[in-house]
């Protein structure tokens, strides 16, 4: 950094620094005028920084985490959710399964099996308290960890996960950057993910996991670039034992593997090597083609299935569909297209649909993802990358709840990609906070629909600009 830009960069990172401690230290998220006049604040202050030329990868770098470490010691002001990630951490030390219990159960029986357990349930709210935990077994485990270096204080059970997840997203700065490089893509793309005011404040500051399954996501589309596709699908299983999305994304790996023929050839030299390492004697039969793609989702199944048989019991599987159930049949959220179908539904039934909406966009989203697996070249890794971005996009512009922390996902696919519009959205789902402003919390359709539209106007717009219509 040399002359006037040197002090700009050094006056935009002293901005930054002291929004981002006032946003995550004092600011109520009632207070939303305020919180909207920070978040375009820090936006402004990151696309300048990201833009300039001087600021060199390491630099940018070495700000990214600066900005992580100063909410290390903040407790979430914008989010209630790490109340129950305490609660479910504390209880594995105990030796309970979180999956068995409602924490609602305990208070109303008068009984703390957990240091803290009142103000964790204070904490949590009704709506966390009342349902089975839907966190999966890798997720569970962090939060072990957080009891395990501190059992007795809600502040440093928060540090602990802080320190998970910044953990994580270096190391998506860092495989990001390789998988770039491969990709032959700038590397300094990647701060449009790591430097981004969104995902410090929702996933460091209001501590969303977020982080660490794109951690293991980014990791297992960096090992198949490099046709290493058995760490790979352990690393996909990880992915989605944090959260449960990628599960959505399994269905577009079969041209990866199936076309072309070289390919083909390449993952079937790739096994070889790889199994070689792992036992000379090469006892697995040489796989090729679909015979590849069977053995790794087989893969995937059998990991994901090993790291939940600890949790094992023949009430895990009813709990836990019980839970992951309830996003489609009665939260509503920030959402888009469901939105529209509901007041569709209003006006010729006179009631909400979400339970037969709710069911049906789950199997729009599966078509969807079906014409893009079948119907579409996504034979390199960008037209996969692409394909990923956009099969996600249809479920979360179709979800009845798109919560803010959710768009992460998308936005680390665009990285890899040449589309820009989850970035826009990075900005504008600042909107969905709106509803916390109320008191009971209450959404106004004018600002969802406002977000939106910004999104897909400039989702329209990219479309064609790169006269890309059919997602190449």
């Known amino acids: 950094m040399i002359g006037l830009d040197k002090y700009k960069a050094i006056f935009l990172i002293f901005i930054s620094c002291i929004l981002y401690l006032y946003i995550c230290y004092f600011l109520e998220r009632t207070d939303f005028n305020t919180l909207l006049f920070v978040w375009i604040s820090l936006f402004s202050c990151f696309c300048f920084l990201i833009k300039s030329k001087q600021l060199t990868f390491k630099y940018l770098a070495a700000i990214s985490i600066l900005f992580r470490l100063i909410l290390l010691f903040q407790i979430p002001n914008l989010s209630q959710d790490f109340y129950r990630f305490i609660w479910d951490g504390r209880m594995i030390l105990e030796g309970l399964n979180p999956y068995l219990s409602l924490p609602e159960s305990y208070i109303q029986q008068g009984l703390k099996p957990i240091s803290e357990a009142v103000t964790l349930y204070e904490g949590m709210g009704e709506l966390n308290g009342i349902h089975y935990t839907n966190y999966p077994p890798i997720h569970q485990i962090c939060f072990l960890i957080a009891a395990l270096f501190s059992s007795k204080s809600i502040l440093g059970s928060v540090i602990i996960l802080r320190v998970l997840i910044i953990f994580a997203d270096v190391g998506i700065l860092y495989f990001g950057k390789k998988l770039l490089k491969k990709l032959k893509l700038p590397i300094k793309n990647i701060f449009w993910y790591a430097l981004n005011p969104f995902i410090i404040i929702e996933m460091t500051g209001n501590l969303h996991f977020e982080s660490i399954m794109l951690f293991f996501l980014v990791c297992a589309l960096y090992k198949l670039s490099q046709k290493k596709w058995l760490i790979a699908g352990i690393l996909i299983a990880c992915s989605i034992s944090v959260k449960l999305i990628p599960l959505l994304f399994l269905p577009l790996f079969y041209q990866w593997f199936t076309k072309p023929i070289d390919n083909a050839n390449k993952l079937k030299q790739s096994h070889n090597n790889t199994m070689g390492r792992f036992n000379k004697k090469n006892w697995i039969p040489k796989l090729t083609g ?18 939940f048989l600890p949790f094992y019991t023949p009430e895990l599987i009813p709990n836990y569909s019980k839970s992951v159930g309830l996003w489609f049949r009665k939260f509503e959220f920030n959402a888009s297209f469901y939105y529209l179908f509901r007041e569709i539904g209003y006006h010729f039934r006179g009631w909400n649909e979400i339970a037969i909406i709710g069911k049906t966009t789950p199997i729009l989203t599966l078509l969807f993802i079906g014409c893009l697996t079948f119907f579409r070249k996504n034979k390199t890794m960008i037209q996969l990358i692409t394909a990923l971005l956009f099969g996600g996009c249809f479920y979360y512009f179709t979800t009845t709840t798109m919560h803010p922390w959710y768009l992460a996902t998308l936005l680390i696919l665009s990285v890899f990609t040449k589309y820009r519009f989850p970035i826009v959205w990075s900005l504008v ?5 709106q509803a916390y402003a109320n008191n009971p919390w209450k959404e106004n359709f004018w600002f969802v629909g406002f977000e939106y539209f910004i999104v897909f106007l400039y989702l329209i717009f990219e479309l064609k600009k790169k006269n890309n219509i059919q997602l190449t």
């Open 290 to 307: 679909i015979r590849n793609l069977i053995f790794f989702y087989a893969i995937i199944f059998t990991t994901i299935a090993t790291l």
């Open 429 to 433: 789902i600042i909107l969905s906070y």
